[in-house]
């Protein structure tokens, strides 16, 4: 019983080891991360089309679930950016932002796609987010960073604008340009390119005056905290809030509320869908960030059980006014490199966060919404990537395609279009190549006994054999390529008497291609060609035994091509060896 | 010029050699094939929910488009029973059976199922058909077999019943059955019973009599028309119409209507889908027959050319007052049998057909209804197999499971959902099996340079070198499989300092596996592991050449595994070989 409850509870396995040292470093980590994480929280709330608290909470039970029933060490779950702009997308198809039904549908997401994880963790179902190629994965990425930048211009600029894809957002982004608010701008232009030089330049300054890289580079990610303290005293000193600057406003000083998610039949079927990919895209991530840095201290995570950390993290965030959320990329690194040495840490960012969401909200009052646009803005530029899609280019024409279509997509049509599109091509691609497997017809290089493709070898062959290789199992999506790659080989030799399968590289065969192989017996009985097989493997040997394939066969089952070949030429057509010879012949009856 | 067109319009290539021989034996061939599609076509379009003109029109023009682009010599096209279910399912989900809307949806649905098996044509797309696997469409067909043979009682009884699946069906004919009538319950069991003889008992009868095998078995195939001339005359004789049997009344005395399918973009995004499976289903039986027969004389049928000979049918039949058509099984035997030698024996049976059309109709006006129930019963039932079920379950679990989902969705939910569970279960089951390859940790054979799986065999390994033989090519569903073996497996030998993948079964490595191996590059980088590769396919490396794995890659790619083994055992740990000496020692460079 022990070792199953340790497995779906590892908080039982670490916690036993806990001491003073791990204590004191995960408390370090735990103190940046909140730093980090408090405008983060707030700013991709806002994106989500919520009220920025509701960041907060998303950022207190969550990490406590995921602390308690996740396996990675260092992952810093919370709101994330893509998340963030997926569930705008998705509930922004049943309410409109900023209503009460509108916060009511981003808990239904996130009870949705922790169910979903959850459930994708008991059944072991996460080879499902294998469906999500690389290409794809980060094709979206860089499409969403895109876009939540330039949704993000509405702050910085002090205008309104809406829409889930690129054209509507830069119409409406240019409808409005002339209701620029001046005071805002400036605010946001300033923030943003502070952040970018923070980001940049910050650490080299900081090691020049003597700190060590590692120190410096903590300190560097702390730069958002310096701009929302700079950006609200410049908001409070110079009054800009008279000025039309938007600003944070009230956010209530309180502990996460007890919510009750919907029960609404049609509106769980609306949102189903897009939870269902919301969640996966959150796990591909979330596991990709887990797994390196896992790997760092060659320590191990357990992608099931992850699946099931996520979704226990989404449903806690349903029962505590929060929205959905994933492990982060950029924190997860900052909690890592922060000395984080167990989920604790996220324990005592979970307190850090209750303690800002109780005490520290009146600070946030006059924060500029445009500041928080530009943490959003530099951060999610940093996901763009445009140097991966050349080398992939360069690499295979099929990703690639799989790729721009991802990007295409989803700024053309918005991100649920994206991801389906990406998926379905790759999966088609895939599909279609695994559907016309490589077979060639070999015959014997002379004085060996190897048999080799006719087309690239000098090779003996014969008239009225013909000996197809194929280089691949046998399944129902190349049976019906089977069968037509054999009756035209057929079809083009009108000598032959004797068709030779050799299934060297055959490691399965499925019942729709046993069904193929009856067919082709059937048929080239029809037309007076007998059917052998050689070189088949044991467990294939074994399994056809379950079938009525091998009584029906015209022809032989032989061990080796080499025998089969020989056999059949001395076989006169009128006098074919019988099977029982052969298996004499290898004094195996 | 002329290889194309003659590509796509394959009656250039047959017409030009037909001779009177030919004609002759197409012309009985089409005259056997009318004298069974006459009944049956009515009947298949009172199973679709439509007036049995429909039937009639649907075995003209079509048959005529297949004609002339089809690549079968034997197939006979036409209204089938599935389809037709299938048509009744999708039709009724927009209009009412009976009415006019009715039978405006059926025009759109074989306008759309036409365009789609076009597209697929000219777009060498036919491989999508793959994804019905041989248990999915075996279990579909018997299920859809069981349904229309249950719905066809309510015209024996002579009562009404409605339902798309068994459980609505069961129950309305339950709760009905006290409305039926003697009268029709005489006529229908009498049908289906002196049919079932017909199927049976007849042949050996003839045989007796002293006919040969073949015209025996081709006057047995004519029983329905038989049944159907004792029926009518049994109901004008005995006035049965006046007792409340059913009959088929009035049918219209003309040729084809131009008709027109409705251009309305709500309906045709409506009946899509419904309107893609149809066609798909109806691809995939059409073409099993073709190639069945195409082999028995070493004929070939060209699977995309076939989808533009059934989408040119279904185009057709749009457009003359008809319903979605394909390839029957049944009437397809009959016309081989019979000897047909090219298409030219379907435009035969289309002027049958029109002359029928023209002046047979007021023939059939008295023609029960539960006779033609009862041809349909006896011909559906022949499509459900029960003994297919047993083997597949021998054979492969899986399988039969794909098989069962198929048979119980359809039954207790329709068609649509049948297909598509079955489709979707096949598809997670490849996907799952493909993510998760098979690999081994291998050592050497004693004193040989053969490397086997260390579970199997004894061999000789090194703590400080771990090699994995993956026996798959390397995509992006295996991707994070690989990432997650590897780690594991370096996780459980803390003393490797050298990982080696060996890849002889590796035919190709797409972006995201690509993408693994540097992400395991550089973790086992971070733990201090060098990383190697073994036995590289040319085709591979050609393309690793063309990224910047190779320039990243900590380790070596050896040539073969056993001097991979040998370069890292004498190596100190210190002192790792450079890549250079070893294709030095090779006479390489």
Request: negative net charge; proline residues 6%.
């Amino acid at each position: 019983m022990m070792p199953r409850l340790a497995h779906y509870l590892p908080v039982l396995e670490w916690g036993r080891a806990y001491g003073s040292t791990a204590l004191m470093n995960d408390l370090v980590a735990a103190g940046i991360v909140t730093i980090m994480l408090i405008p983060q929280s707030l700013a991709y709330a806002m994106l989500a089309g919520l009220p920025p608290e509701v960041g907060l909470y998303a950022s207190i039970l969550p990490i406590l679930a995921y602390a308690l029933f996740g396996t990675s060490r260092s992952l810093a779950v919370g709101p994330v950016a893509v998340i963030s702009l997926m569930t705008l997308t998705a509930a922004s198809s049943v309410a409109s932002p900023g209503s009460a039904e509108f916060v009511a549908a981003a808990l239904v997401l996130a009870l949705l796609s922790g169910l979903f994880l959850l459930l994708m963790g008991v059944l072991k179902l996460g080879f499902l987010a294998n469906l999500l190629s690389h290409p794809v994965v980060s094709g979206f990425i860089t499409a969403s960073g895109i876009i939540i930048a330039t949704s993000q211009l509405k702050a910085i600029f002090g205008i309104s604008a809406s829409g889930e894809a690129m054209p509507e957002l830069v119409e409406t982004l240019i409808a409005n340009l002339g209701q620029t608010n001046p005071a805002t701008l400036i605010i946001g232009v300033l923030s943003t390119a502070f952040l970018f030089w923070v980001r940049k330049g910050l650490k080299p300054l900081l090691i020049k005056a003597g700190l060590q890289p590692r120190p410096a580079d903590l300190m560097a990610k702390a730069g958002p905290i310096a701009a929302v303290a700079a950006a609200t005293l410049a908001v409070v000193l110079l009054d800009l809030e008279e000025r039309g600057v938007a600003i944070v406003g009230d956010i209530p000083q309180s502990l996460p509320p007890l919510t009750m998610p919907l029960f609404d039949a049609g509106l769980w079927q609306q949102l189903a869908i897009p939870a269902l990919l919301l969640s996966i895209i959150g796990f591909v991530e979330s596991v990709s960030v887990a797994q390196t840095l896992a790997a760092k201290k060659r320590q191990r995570i357990d992608p099931d059980q992850e699946l099931i950390g996520l979704g226990a993290a989404n449903v806690a965030a349903s029962f505590s006014g929060g929205y959905p959320v994933t492990g982060g990329f950029a924190r997860s690194v900052v909690n890592f490199d922060a000395g984080a040495e167990t989920p604790a840490a996220g324990a005592f960012t979970a307190v850090g966060i209750a303690i800002a969401a109780l005490f520290l909200t009146p600070l946030l009052y006059s924060l500029p919404i445009a500041t928080l646009a530009a943490t959003i803005i530099v951060a999610v530029l940093s996901l763009v990537d445009l140097r991966t899609p050349l080398t992939i280019w360069r690499y295979s024409r099929a990703d690639f395609a799989a790729m721009a279509t991802t990007i295409v997509v989803t700024l053309l049509m918005g991100v649920e279009p994206g991801v389906i599109a990406g998926v379905g091509l790759s999966l088609a691609l895939y599909l279609w190549r695994s559907s016309r497997p490589h077979a060639a017809i070999v015959g014997r290089v002379p004085e060996t006994g190897h048999f080799r493709n006719v087309k690239r070898h000098k090779v003996i062959t014969d008239p009225r054999i013909l000996t197809i290789r194929v280089d691949e199992s046998l399944t129902y999506l190349n049976a019906r390529w089977l069968e037509e790659f054999v009756l035209e080989a057929v079809a083009d030799h009108p000598d032959v008497k004797h068709l030779v399968l050799m299934s060297s590289a055959v490691n399965s065969i499925d019942a729709s291609a046993l069904e193929s192989l009856e067919a082709i017996n059937h048929r080239l009985c029809d037309a007076g060609i007998k059917l052998h097989l050689s070189e088949v493997k044991g467990p294939v040997m074994d399994r056809l035994e379950r079938s009525f394939f091998l009584e029906e066969l015209t022809g032989q089952v032989f061990l080796s091509q080499d025998e089969a070949f020989a056999a059949l030429l001395l076989a006169g057509e009128d006098m074919p060896p019988q099977r029982e010879d052969v298996w004499l012949a290898r004094g195996l009856i």
